[in-house]
């Protein structure tokens, strides 16, 4: 079992720059891939980014590559979401998730199926 908890968001002005992080509360932390999803309002939610057990491979949605950066610490047991240069569409609620590493997670990162354990989430809101 995994218990996670989101923190770092806020509302930032668009081109601005915010970092989330997510605590996890288990001894197994570093078996787990881990991934950040988000949701706006009215919209189902979608993959942002993943980060496997070891800290590579790492991947992006298109919509944020070259401006968010995923990491994690397995000694800390956290895993962080640096976001940069940040845009309206960027505003949602931001989900830590975690997944047990199996040869599938490589492939379907993006599928929140995949993600056993939630967070409960955290506000980011960029204005214009």
């Known amino acids: 079992q995994v218990q996670l908890v989101e923190s770092g968001g806020g509302l930032v002005q668009a081109g601005g720059s915010l970092r989330l992080s997510c605590a996890a509360a288990?001894?197994?932390?570093?078996?787990?891939?881990m991934g950040w999803f988000r949701q706006a309002p009215g919209k189902e939610r979608d993959f942002v980014a993943g980060?496997?057990?070891?800290?590579?491979?790492?991947y992006y949605a298109d919509s944020v590559k070259g401006r968010f950066t995923i990491s994690r610490d397995n000694a800390k047991n956290t895993v962080s979401l640096q976001m940069n240069n940040l845009k309206p569409e960027d505003t949602a609620v931001y989900y830590c998730?975690?997944?047990?590493?199996?040869?599938?997670?490589?492939?379907?990162?993006?599928?929140?199926?995949?993600?056993?354990?939630w967070g409960q989430g955290t506000q980011v809101a960029v204005s214009s």
């Open positions: 998730a975690a997944s047990t590493s199996d040869g599938r997670w490589y492939t379907e990162f993006s599928e929140g199926r995949l993600y056993r354990y």
């Open positions: 288990g001894r197994t932390f570093n078996n787990y891939a």
């Open positions: 980060i496997s057990p070891s800290g590579v491979p790492t």
